[in-house]
């Protein structure tokens, strides 16, 4: 379900094409480091070179899952929470989103 702004939607709560864009060109980005790990595995580069390169690749997409995720909490799951007590609410979002940053590093 959409609106007229091409929002995408699931459940009620809303996300921006521009939002979905941004998610979108880190992920090509991701693909594009991907690939280039592949043609130097292809090549018969060195393996050290290959393993920073992959290490590279795993933690851009872990960063594009923070991002993701981060996104979730501040956008959808503040939707479904609504603006009662909203400091108290946004303060332990923020918690949540540094415990998350931190376990995933």
Known sequence: MTNGN???VHTNHVHSDEDYKKLI???SRIIGHANSVKTMMEEHRDCTEIL???SAVKSALNNLGKKILEDHINK???DVVGDDKLEEKQKLL???NDAI???VR
């Open 94 to 96: 923020k918690d949540l």
């Open 76 to 78: 959808c799951v503040v």
């Open 6 to 8: 091409h929002d995408h």
């Open 52 to 54: 920073i390169q992959i």
């Open 101 to 103: 940053d931190k376990f």
């Open 25 to 27: 060109n880190r992920m």
